[in-house]
């Protein structure tokens, strides 16, 4: 077994290792606060509310029979300029599940998240240089009851 979690945190490491030297992953971006994280989402979510052009479409399951993989789709294609798209799982024991840095492209994300307990899931989308927000909450049922 120590094998097993010597094997992912190497690979861990060498992933956030190869990203900060790439510059996609700066220390303000790992050491931030989970408070200063909140004060900028609530900033984005008032932001949103007033621009009304600058809205995106958020999809996920309102009940997950399967936390291990949780199927999520962003579509901003009708936003201008979109840099990137994220997923914040609240409950998660690492909150951030997916970011993608897109430049040039469409703004479309589908993938698929792992989450451990029913949790809100917030989407960010950052086009702009403003970032916005949609929340849902997510329900992890154990067993595939769906209830």
């Known amino acids: 077994m120590k094998r097993r979690l010597f094997l992912k ?3 861990a490491g060498s992933a956030v290792a ?12 790992v050491f931030a606060s989970s408070s200063d994280f909140k004060a900028k989402s609530d900033a984005a979510g008032t932001s949103a509310a007033s621009a ?14 399967n936390g291990a993989v ?6 901003a ?5 979109v840099t990137n798209i994220s997923f914040y799982v609240k ?13 040039g492209a469409q703004g479309y994300v589908s993938t698929r998240v792992r989450m451990g307990t029913t949790s809100p899931v917030d989407a960010l989308v ?14 992890v049922t154990i067993g595939g009851c769906g209830g």
């Open 9 to 11: 945190s190497a690979m």
């Open 18 to 29: 190869t990203a900060v030297g790439a510059g996609l992953l700066t220390p303000s971006m």
């Open 52 to 65: 009304g052009k600058g809205s995106f479409k958020f999809k996920a399951p309102k009940i997950a029979e």
């Open 70 to 75: 949780v199927p999520m789709t962003v579509d």
């Open 77 to 81: 294609s009708k936003m201008d300029g």
């Open 126 to 139: 950052t086009a702009g240089g403003v970032t916005t927000k949609v929340s849902q909450e997510v329900k």
């Open 91 to 103: 409950n998660n024991s690492t909150p951030l599940a997916a970011s993608f840095s897109l430049s």
